[in-house]
């Protein structure tokens, strides 16, 4: 077993390397808020403290958004973000990356993963894709849910870094390292659930550039139609790093779980403020492996 827990975490550590071998000047990072199955779906299901469980995750989640960010130009953007994740029985580490095309005036950029106007005056509509920023994220569960009878939510503390990989000169990237933390929590309450998170983001400042720190907040309710069945929605909230309206959204998502590693969870997501696309669509496939 340890031999076939080796191998797994080697092909991790290859894929790691080979985005960064590859990467250097191209990209941008998936969207960090983009709708997503709530936390308390991540965890691999243990029957018993001994019986054997998953190790592994794969997400992918490839969306599509647009808006006009209250100018007169639209921006469209396509993300297709791949995470790998080590779940560990009380813990998580993984690591994500993406293919993004953006359609957009030459003064957006992409930064913490959304197009933002940083470079001043409009300049000429330009189309840019590759591969994106990659993104480190680890949690651990501090507090699980004791159930129905009691208050207390489920608690998971985490870290982030994001690693510049994107290409600054497509406006895919900031090519400066950002970094943060921030709590997870969630609360069952029979076929009814609530979940969230709070989280403050240090962002780096490119040349001639001076983001704020981004703390952000979302909170969303969910119910689980049937065992295989769930629907949620989530509001999230992010301060702006620079000028203009705080991103603000309203997302909506429908989990199916195909079998006991596999889920598909559909979504869509409206902008509430001027500092978010208008409107986004994508779909979530989950799988987890490494049964031992």
Known sequence: MPDRCAALIAVLLGLVFLHLASSAPVGAQPRPNQPSAPS????????????????????????????????????????FPFTLRYLGERWDLGVTTSFVRLDAPGNVVIVDGQPQNTRGAAG????????????????????????????????????????????ENKGLGTGEVDWGFGLEWDKTFGAFFIYGDASYTFMGDPPGQDFHN?????????????PTITVSALLDWRRAISR???????????????????????????????????????????????RW
């Open 40 to 79: 308390i779906e991540d965890r691999p299901v243990i029957e018993a403290r001994a019986a054997e469980r998953e190790h592994f995750q794969l997400k992918i989640g490839p969306s599509y958004d647009e808006g006009d960010f209250g100018t007169s130009q639209k921006t469209r953007t396509f993300f």
């Open 124 to 167: 000429a509509r330009e189309v840019n894709s590759g591969f994106g920023d990659m993104v480190l994220k680890g949690r651990y569960y501090v507090v699980d849910d004791p159930g129905p009878d009691s208050w207390l939510p489920t608690l998971a503390p985490f870290l982030k870094l994001k690693l510049p990989t994107a290409d």
């Open 214 to 226: 981004r703390p952000g907040a979302s909170v969303g309710a969910g119910y689980r139609v049937t």
């Open 244 to 290: 203009g309206n705080d991103p603000f959204e309203l997302n909506g998502m429908v989990t199916f779980k195909v079998s006991r590693t596999i889920s598909v969870t559909p979504n869509v997501f409206v902008g509430l403020t001027n500092g978010s696309p208008d409107w986004g669509a994508g779909i979530e496939l989950s799988w987890k492996f490494g």
